[in-house]
């Protein structure tokens, strides 16, 4: 019977209660998507680079080098030659380099040119087929392959660039050889072959562009292509001694840059942290407003229906009854903006997955409730109980007798 009378008040005051409930949703969805985007992407970044020390590549932004070489997420810096790979990979103080070469797409999903290193890596398990062997074969991401549609023996060319509009080398055919089980690392977007493959899919597209050069220029073509060139590498160090030395030592003695992932990373996601924080404190505001609009619902509601409830008080109802009743209906209206606020979070999170997929053919996952949207959860109640208090104690004020002659 209370919960009827609760839900009778909160009905017969639409607009206000639409207002308190829209204005706490609005809130908490905005808290809870940007908390839940932010966790998955700094989940996602963590996994990607976990195990990279450094990346080697051409001069330029290092974040743009770890963004296109760990990510794959942006343009590449520039080309580095492999004999300076070498040399960096003869130096005691480094375990591993993993060569990439890039600069190609099939429908918008990057061709990656390495080695089996860069599978073992992020410890890809193929789902059928085999990894590539020769020349011009690749093997697909989980994604990549849903998406595309891809199987077994198909074979496509690739587009020039990024873009899934760029020039093709209708030269040179890749052949699927492998499908990757999802591992939801930054493989799952990629489409993987030797190095060769990208240097010849090249040396044929450097040879189509200077068939209209002049003969000079075709000699200096021809000399480059004896120089094989790579992206960038991952390294791994095989002590911390390498982090202390390497990195300056590249950055000032060689045609390469060294760029930390762990520095640059975190350097990103403090750059975020400070629009996210400004959001959050603008959603906590928000929060705090729909606590006043609650306030003010039940204070005036409490002046309307002051004859009703000392009628009630007359026919045997307890002022604590009364007062759990008018606190109730602040509690439901905060619960219900809550409710409302993780749906449009999720919706949220939907759109921002559609439009990553789209920019960087990157996906966020639906999830259940994290830990911190459970601590909103108690915000809600407690903004929902402080708004509602101070009115509902209003209950022990009522003169019954008074308030039933003056009506």
């Known amino acids: ?62 974040l743009q080098l770890i963004l296109s070489g760990v990510y794959q997420i942006d343009s590449p810096t520039g080309n580095i030659a492999l004999s ?30 390495s080695n089996e290193k860069y599978l073992k890596h992020f410890k890809a398990e193929l789902k059928e087929g085999r990894t590539f062997e020769r020349p011009m074969e690749v093997v697909a991401g989980a994604t990549v392959a849903r998406n595309l549609e891809l199987k077994l023996n198909d074979t496509f060319v690739s587009s020039h660039g990024f873009e899934a509009d760029g020039h093709s080398h209708e030269d040179q055919v890749y052949k699927v050889v492998g499908i990757l089980n999802y591992s939801n690392s930054v493989l799952d977007n990629l489409l993987v072959s030797d190095l060769e493959s990208v240097w010849l899919v090249h040396a044929g597209h450097e040879a189509d562009g200077d068939h209209h050069e002049e003969a000079g220029h075709e000699e200096e073509a021809a000399h480059a292509a004896h120089e094989p060139e ?52 603008l959603a906590a505001a928000i929060m705090l407003i729909s606590g006043v609009s609650v306030f003010i619902t039940l204070f005036n509601a409490l002046k309307e229906r002051k004859y009703e409830l000392a009628l009630m008080l007359s026919m045997g109802g307890t002022r604590m009854k009364l007062f ?34 789209r920019g960087y053919n990157y996906t966020l996952e639906q999830q259940f409730l994290q830990k911190e949207e459970i601590y909103l959860l108690f915000l809600a109640l407690f903004i929902g109980i402080v708004a509602a208090i101070i009115p509902s104690s209003g209950i022990y004020k009522i003169n019954i007798s008074k308030t039933l002659a003056n009506e």
């Open 1 to 62: 019977m209370l919960l009827k009378i609760v839900w009778k008040n909160i009905v017969d005051k639409k607009l206000n209660s639409i207002l308190a409930v829209l204005l706490m949703a609005f809130g908490i969805g905005i808290i809870s998507l940007l908390i839940t985007v932010g966790k998955q992407l700094q989940d996602k970044f963590a996994k990607n680079i976990s195990g990279v020390d450094m990346v080697v590549g051409a001069k330029g932004s290092p």
């Open 324 to 357: 759990f009743m008018l606190l109730l209906e602040g509690i439901i209206l905060c619960l219900s903006g809550y409710a409302l606020g993780i749906l449009l979070s999720r919706t949220g999170l939907w759109l921002a997955s559609g439009a990553l997929k």
């Open 230 to 281: 790579v992206t960038c590498a991952l390294v791994k160090f095989r002590s911390p001694m390498g982090l202390m030395s390497l990195p300056r030592l590249i950055n000032q003695n060689t045609k390469m840059q060294a760029a930390l992932p762990a520095i640059e990373v975190n350097r990103l996601f403090e750059l975020m942290g400070i629009g996210m924080d400004a959001v959050k404190a």
């Open 84 to 113: 300076e790979l070498n040399m960096l990979r003869n130096n005691p103080l480094v375990k591993e380099v993993i060569p990439l070469s890039m600069g190609d797409n099939y429908k918008g999903y990057r061709i990656v040119g």
